[in-house]
């Protein structure tokens, strides 16, 4: 149901749904995902991108997912997978995500704090990765180095500081 007239929030009832396996609602107005979004465990996509999501993700809202195969989940992908929720409202710091996820885009959020220390060791398989027009804060994680399939990432219009030269740490020039 995308490019609709959609606002509000998701109702809670929808964790009800036990045998729902997709989910397309991008590009509408919605602004609220219940927590009861995380119990739909045969949920395989679920894109909710361009929309006006606002609070904090938590595990609570994606614990149960362990079906999707192209949405964020924080707990065990069994698959490789893209995570896509750009141009939210999305606050608070960057969730923990699978170790599977291969394309993570975040740009366009409200996200702060720092990037992970751990991204490296935690997401080795990325290929992607935007966090542009956030509010994150510090210093890059040195383990981004250890992304060795690493070939875009996007971090630019946040308030990261203490530049690194991700080249040097590479071993790249």
Request: glycine share 8%; with cysteine; charged share 15%.
């Amino acid at each position: 149901m995308p490019y609709n007239l959609f606002q509000g929030s998701l109702p809670g009832s929808i964790g009800n749904l036990s045998a729902l396996e997709q989910i397309s609602l991008s590009n509408n107005k919605l602004t609220g995902i219940p927590k009861s979004l995380g119990q739909l465990s045969k949920l395989t996509v679920l894109d909710i991108s361009e929309n006006m999501w606002e609070g904090v993700i938590t595990e609570t809202h994606l614990a149960n997912l362990s079906s999707l195969k192209e949405v964020p989940n924080s707990f065990r992908f069994n698959k490789e997978s893209t995570a896509k929720l750009t141009t939210n409202r999305f606050q608070g710091p960057l969730p923990l995500w699978s170790s599977n996820v291969t394309e993570l885009y975040l740009g366009d959020n409200q996200f702060s704090g720092p990037i992970p220390p751990s991204i490296g060791e935690v997401m080795p398989l990325l290929t992607d990765l935007d966090v542009s027009y956030n509010s994150l804060s510090g210093s890059i994680p040195l383990s981004i180095a250890n992304i060795t399939g690493l070939m875009n990432l996007v971090i630019s219009n946040n308030e990261l500081s203490d530049n690194v030269d991700l080249g040097t740490a590479c071993g790249k020039y």
